[in-house]
DNA sequence: GCAACTGTTCTAGTATTGCTATAACAGTTG
DNA sequence: CAACTGTTATAGCAATACTAGAACAGTTGC
């Protein structure tokens, strides 16, 4: 289990560090069942605080992806499904954009908006 | 030309600006040599200061979605064109992902992750 | 039981960001 | 020339992101 963080982004470094987890749900790398390493593990491994680490934890519990108690760690729940199967769909999207010369930007905040 | 923002978000208004753009051009409302509203007019009726609008606008022209010129204002360029060619498929992914019942800022993260 | 782990909560300080406010400047258009 | 456009500059305020240190409270395994 592997997070990075790009330390240069303008994106907040907890934001970052959800979206790892969630990439790594979707491709199957991550599954039902895994724990996530303990917040102080990957704060100390990214050189980050605690704090920064667990905001990005209570997101992903936030939206139910992992279910999380003292003692035993964050672990991934059956709600990370649906991300799995729109993996697929996501790289494909993703595949198209890039050869039209979108930026990661640009496609995210298209997509967010499309929501609405 | 109508451009929509939602003070209660937690997105920055000029985020909103610039999505709210980008998805008329991706739509088709919005096609090349059409000209933005301009930042005062968009200022005045959001009532939000001229800076904020201006901070989208230059964002736009950052992605080459828009020329700007003072005197003439912001004019849409053809590189809306792949926004357009990827319309079909953002709202086919925002349909699937609304039917699993992902929010929006988990689709975006997720897109936005799968693009690095 | 106890030690070592886990997330939770609290307080607090610093740097950055988003937004506002005013004002002046400099091209463009009719 | 007048009325428009974006551009630039300065300044201030509030909220956010991150850090720091400490204590608390469940869980696990020896």
Redesign the pocket.
Known sequence: MLIRVD?AS???????VAASVRADAASGRLRPGDR????????SS?????????????DL?DEGLVD???????VVTDAVAPLAQLHDDVVALVERARALGLSPDTLAALVKETFR
């Open positions: 330390p303008d994106v907040p470094i907890f934001a970052q996530l390493p303990s917040a102080r593990e990957v704060a990214l050189e980050v605080n605690l704090h920064t680490v667990l905001r990005a934890y209570q519990r999380m108690r003292r003692g035993r760690g964050a």
